[in-house]
């Protein structure tokens, strides 16, 4: 990308500045518990962790555990008190677990 300086439009060889984002926007967070306790904060910190060390098919494998659909079971572990979620987590884990466990193996 290239300016011109002068009115017989000569290019000057400089390259233009790109912009920069300055505002930071805060991430909103997927869980819809906002946490008020220390004890709930450190539940949604847990449901994090639990979220990075999950892998593509996870869900699959938890709805195949708990026979709900795929979607409800993403929905579930994300709505913090559903009907699913305690089930949901605990069955997330079994499975990040038996990950863990092959690889070792």
Known sequence: ??????????????????????????????????????????????????LKKKRHGDWKLVSEMIDIPTASVEKAFFRVYQKNHFETVSALEKVINNRKELIKQ
Do not use: G, W
């Open 1 to 50: 990308m290239y300016c011109y300086q002068d009115k017989n439009k000569t290019k000057n060889r400089h390259k233009m500045r790109k912009p920069v984002n300055t505002v930071k926007i805060p991430m909103k967070s997927k869980f819809s518990l906002i946490p008020e306790s220390a004890e709930e904060k450190k539940y949604i910190k847990s449901l994090e962790d639990l």
